[in-house]
């Protein structure tokens, strides 16, 4: 054997990955012992015939089949089946030598990938226990903080107060983690009761939530003015269709300083729901990125109000699911519309 094919073979044969060449005609030119190791074939007994005509190993053919059209390196994740265990892999390919050969890398990323998993349980774990405590943390402050059971005094009510407060904050922060969460995971649409619900009780619900959360959102939320024909029904997770306009409709309410207007209307698909504000409007370019997690503008009305970029990715995200959309229309120094659309509930329910 000539010597430099030698020191190719041992300098394979050392790589920290597994490695395939093959020629044109899919046959094996190289292979080290980590591929071998991986795939669990004994490439002994196709070295003289088309590879995939000799295995069944559909993943790698799929992962040559854009460099024999012509592409440059490819990658490709995959997780397959091999001797009772389930195997994620890397799959990177390129063409080599004036495109006579194909290199495949193949790289074992199986523990990366459980560690993920686990990462992944974890936090969904911790997100779902964390509830609780938290809900009982709350209604106890709550309680105590209440006037008329007169248990405080009024210093060590504000004290209370501040810790309630924060507490909410938590709580918000944790509710948008938590959905986050689900939706990254793809755990959300499974956690959706879909049913024929009241459009015009959620809104109320949620101006009501408005009224009565702390200041200065509550006093915000008395220049809303809502208007629609009822009743409007729509088939919709009742909580999550809440969450979609208490979203939309707090960032009118927080970055315009005018009167706010819902209006509602319904066909026999569909249903939409218009937030309109009169604010400062959201320029041309950054029109795409307001959907995108964690993304807030740096203005003054973003600085004035907190937020953490979630609200608008998870809204958009829920719709999507529940088989509506979330769209906005702006214009700088007009002010904003964003529309929701879900699916009609159809029949009109009596009693
Ligand atoms: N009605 C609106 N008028 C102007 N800008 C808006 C409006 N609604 C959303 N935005 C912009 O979109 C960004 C993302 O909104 P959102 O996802 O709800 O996050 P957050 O409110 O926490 O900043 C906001 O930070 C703001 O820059
Ligand atoms: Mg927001």
């Known amino acids: 054997m000539n010597s430099d094919i030698g020191d190719i073979d041992r300098f394979i ?11 044109t005609a899919m046959q094996l030119v190289r292979y080290n012992d980590l591929a071998l190791q991986l795939l669990q074939i004994d490439f002994e007994d196709c070295l003289t015939d088309d590879l995939f005509k000799a295995v069944d190993l559909p993943f790698l053919r799929d992962a040559v089949a854009d460099i024999i059209e012509g592409k440059s390196l490819q990658q490709s994740h995959v997780k397959f089946d ?56 709350k209604t106890s402050l709550e309680l105590v903080t209440d006037k008329q059971l007169g248990l405080v005094s009024d210093s060590v009510k504000e004290i209370l107060e501040m810790g309630f407060h924060e507490v909410n904050r938590i709580a918000m922060l944790l509710n948008d983690m938590r959905d986050l969460y689900l939706i990254e995971t ?12 009241d459009l015009v009780a959620v809104i109320n619900s949620v101006n009501d939530d ?38 939309v409709l707090k960032n009118a309410l927080q970055y315009s300083d005018e009167n706010v207007e819902l ?12 937030i309109r504000d009169h604010g400062t409007g959201i320029a041309e370019e950054i029109l795409p990125q307001i959907f995108t997690r ?21 809204a958009k995200s829920y ?5 509506g959309s979330l769209f906005c229309e702006s214009k700088v120094n007009a002010g904003t519309s964003f529309f929701i659309t879900l699916p009609s509930g159809g029949a009109v329910r009596n009693g």
């Open 294 to 314: 964690y993304f807030r503008e740096d203005t003054s009305a973003t600085r004035k109000n907190e937020g953490n970029g979630l609200g608008l990715f998870i």
């Open 82 to 137: 091999i001797a009772n265990r389930t195997v994620a892999c890397t799959i990177k390919t390129t063409p080599v030598t004036g495109n006579s050969e194909i290199i495949l890398i193949l790289e074992d990323i199986t523990n990366l990938s459980n560690i993920d998993k686990m990462k992944q349980e974890f936090i969904g774990t911790f997100l779902h226990k964390i509830r609780n405590p938290l809900s009982t943390l």
């Open 186 to 197: 793809g755990l959300a649409s499974a956690n959706l009761a879909i049913e024929n619900i």
């Open 210 to 247: 408005f009224l009565k959360s702390e200041p200065p959102m509550s006093e915000t939320a008395r220049r809303l003015s809502i208007t629609g024909d009822t009743p409007v029904f729509v088939n919709a997770d009742y909580e999550k269709t809440k969450m979609i306009i208490a979203n």
């Open 263 to 274: 209006i509602y209307s319904a066909d026999e698909d569909c249903v939409t729901i218009q």
């Open 13 to 23: 044969e050392r790589l920290p990955v597994g490695i395939i060449i093959l020629d």
């Open 319 to 323: 719709a999507e699911l529940m088989n």
